[in-house]
């Protein structure tokens, strides 16, 4: 025989194979041998889960355009709005009347 068949769990359509896992494990939780990850495990795969994520710098690089994108959603809508604006000029006035106040003194 050259090749292999594909029998029982593997020759099952990824849907059927999904429930079948998923009987299992609430069996397991039923029972009690379920696996339930400490905080510490859960913390140790997150981390691993991160490097592995990590080192596909393509992806990385996506990730971080697309957060630059969102952090300055708005902001920049008018390139004089940022010098028009009421709290820069407040900021500006309180400033030269405080510094005219002490060279007056």
Do not use: C, L, W
């Not at 059927?16 to 939780?29: D, L």
């Amino acid at each position: 025989m050259t090749g292999k068949s594909k029998r029982g769990f593997a020759s099952m359509d990824q849907a059927k194979q999904r429930e079948i896992a998923s009987k299992g494990g609430k069996a397991a939780h039923q029972k009690g041998t379920a696996h339930e990850f400490t905080s510490e495990e859960a913390r140790e795969a997150g981390r691993k889960g991160g490097e592995a994520v990590s080192r596909d710098r393509a992806h990385m690089a996506a990730i971080g355009r697309e957060g630059g994108k969102n952090s300055h959603k708005g902001s920049r809508k008018n390139s004089n709005s940022e010098e028009n604006s009421p709290a820069n000029e407040s900021i500006g006035e309180n400033y030269s009347d405080f510094s005219n106040s002490e060279a007056n003194s």
